[in-house]
Each structure stands twice: as structure tokens, then as C-alpha cells.
């Protein structure tokens, strides 16, 4: 089975730095995801990492830890825009992707 | 650019009705999904297809039908709405590489009365 917890809320400051937990219990597993979704549009895909340690993709980063089930998503120099909900997603075996929650961020002037 | 199309953005139903919810892409991709995402409950996988005429449950799938005839087109059919199929409805599609992503249309949002 599937289980993966990430907080409810966050709030931050423009120009700060935020990190967003993610842990995870699943059977084949075979990749974490992380997505953006803003209010009332679709998910958009951020990063993807399979084998542990930091990726870094511009004021964005994710790291993984396979063997402790983690993973965050490292948020720098926030912008208003970057107030969205964050998911996290694990893969298994079978192609098949699990959303955890959502993390909702709000970042304030 | 990937391009997943729903059919519809809002549809309202009554209790009952046969329900089908559309979606298209552009990007010959194998694998096609149907999720809900529900507040407090995140995203839930109904239905995906990983080919033409194949098709897997998700974690909910009671309730729900799905149909996948072209590859490019992957329907979801509530044979009978019910009040708490209420809900928004997201459809993606993906490769059959590990790490590639998900992409989303922009959803269906449901509401059975």
C-alpha cells in the first residue's frame, strides 16, 4: 500500500526560504514527484528524483532519501506566485502515481 | 506542448443520470488516468489505461466505468451519479518512461444534485 504525509498549510515571506516535508511508506517504489497546482487550475510537474541527494532546478530543489522514506522541496527566494498548493507523488512499479495531501503555501508581503 | 482536453469544465447532473466525462490528448501517450481531488483528500486515482482497451483500478473505483477504444481518448462513465460523486475530476496522461511526469487537462468540475 501507499501512505504519504506532507503538512496541510504553510506560511512564508517573500524573499525567504521554505522547505516542504514529505515522508512516504509504499511498496515499489520508483520515483517521487513533486507538482505545483494554484487554485482552480491543474497540477504542473516541478521535479522528479529516483536516486537520493538534492536536485537543483533554479529558486527550486528536491531531495530524496530513499532509505528514510523522505523527501522536501526547497523553496528559495519566494515570490507572492510561488503561493500554491505543492504535492507530492510517489511512483510505483506499475507506473502508477499516489498523491499525497497537498501542502498549501501561502507567502506574505 | 502536451495537450490534455476535458470535454468540460463545470457540468451539473442530477442523482441518477448517466454521467461521461471526456478526455483527449495529443501527445500519443500510452498511459492515460482518471483522478478526483477532493479537499482535505488530495488527488485519488480512479481508472488508468496503459493501452487501447486496457484498464486498471485505482484506489476508488466503485462507482465508476471507464472506456479507452483510440489512444487518445479515455472516458470516465458514472453509471448512476450519486450526491457524493460530487467532486473536481482531473485527467492525465504520461509515457511509458519512469521518470516522466503527468500531465494534467484542466478538470471537470461535477456537481450532482
Known amino acids: 500500500g501507499q501512505n504519504i504525509d506532507q503538512p496541510t498549510e504553510m506560511t512564508a515571506t517573500e524573499g525567504a526560504i521554505v522547505q516542504i516535508n514529505c515522508t512516504y511508506q509504499?511498496?515499489?517504489?520508483?520515483?517521487l514527484f513533486w507538482y505545483q497546482q494554484h487554485a482552480g487550475e491543474a497540477p504542473t510537474f516541478l521535479s522528479y528524483?529516483?536516486?537520493?541527494g538534492l536536485e537543483e532546478k533554479g529558486r527550486f530543489s528536491s531531495f530524496l532519501s530513499r532509505s528514510k522514506g523522505y523527501s522536501y522541496l526547497l523553496l528559495k527566494e519566494l515570490q507572492m506566485k510561488d503561493s500554491a498548493s505543492y504535492l507530492c507523488?510517489?511512483?510505483?512499479?506499475?507506473?502508477?502515481?499516489?498523491f499525497g495531501g497537498g501542502t498549501r503555501l501561502m507567502v506574505k508581503p | 506542448d502536451v495537450k490534455v482536453t476535458q470535454s468540460s469544465r463545470y457540468l451539473v447532473k442530477r442523482t441518477g443520470e448517466k454521467v461521461f466525462l471526456e478526455c483527449v490528448q495529443d501527445?500519443?501517450?500510452?498511459?492515460m488516468f482518471w483522478y478526483r481531488q477532493d479537499p482535505g483528500l488530495g488527488l485519488r486515482l480512479i481508472y488508468f489505461?496503459?493501452?487501447?482497451?486496457?484498464?486498471e483500478k485505482g484506489d476508488i473505483p466503485e462507482g465508476y466505468s471507464v472506456s479507452r477504444e483510440k489512444k487518445e481518448r479515455f472516458s470516465l462513465i458514472l453509471e448512476s451519479a450519486s450526491t457524493n460523486q460530487t467532486s473536481m475530476y482531473l485527467c492525465?496522461?504520461?509515457?511509458?518512461?519512469?521518470?516522466?511526469?503527468?500531465?494534467f487537462g484542466n478538470g471537470t468540475r461535477l456537481t450532482v444534485t
Open positions: 492525465a496522461s504520461k509515457t511509458d518512461w519512469t521518470g516522466s511526469p503527468l500531465h
Open positions: 509504499t511498496s515499489g517504489f520508483n520515483g
Open positions: 528524483n529516483v536516486l537520493d
Open positions: 507523488a510517489t511512483l510505483n512499479a506499475g507506473n502508477m502515481l499516489t
Open positions: 501527445m500519443d501517450h500510452e498511459n
Open positions: 489505461s496503459y493501452d487501447v482497451k486496457m484498464k
